[in-house]
């Protein structure tokens, strides 16, 4: 099992900055190829980043590159998600998910375990 706990989240103006953590327990850290996805009210959760195991290997959905980096620290179990140049439609929850078996997935379906979200919402 492994349990995820995001922080980070709350309001913020247009053009603001958040930047999300998770925080992973239960199995070693380094092994867990992880992923930042995000839902908006009425739309399908979304893929938003992902990084490999030791941090070489990220990606990033169109609506968001160039303006969120994704990182992780394997020694303090910890992944982040720095957003910058926030846009009203980023406001979403967003959630952490692990990948046991990749080193690194862009679907939800590859992901096995899920952190229970942190609320953004960018407006003015």
């Known amino acids: 099992q492994v349990q995820l706990v995001e922080s980070g989240g709350g309001l913020v103006q247009p053009g603001g900055s958040l930047r999300l953590s998770c925080a992973a327990s239960g199995r070693t850290f380094s092994r867990l190829a992880m992923g930042w996805f995000r839902q908006a009210p009425g739309k399908e959760r979304e893929f938003v980043a992902t990084?490999?195991?030791?941090?070489?290997?990220?990606g990033y959905a169109d609506s968001v590159k160039g303006r969120f980096t994704v990182s992780r620290d394997n020694a303090k179990s910890t992944v982040y998600l720095q957003m910058n140049s926030l846009k009203p439609e980023d406001t979403a929850v967003y959630y952490c998910?692990?990948?046991?078996?990749?080193?690194?997935?862009?679907?939800?379906?590859?992901?096995?375990?899920w952190g229970q979200g942190t609320q953004v919402t960018v407006s003015s």
């Open positions: 990084i490999s195991r030791s941090g070489g290997i990220i």
């Open positions: 998910a692990a990948d046991v078996d990749s080193d690194w997935a862009t679907r939800n379906a590859e992901y096995d375990y």
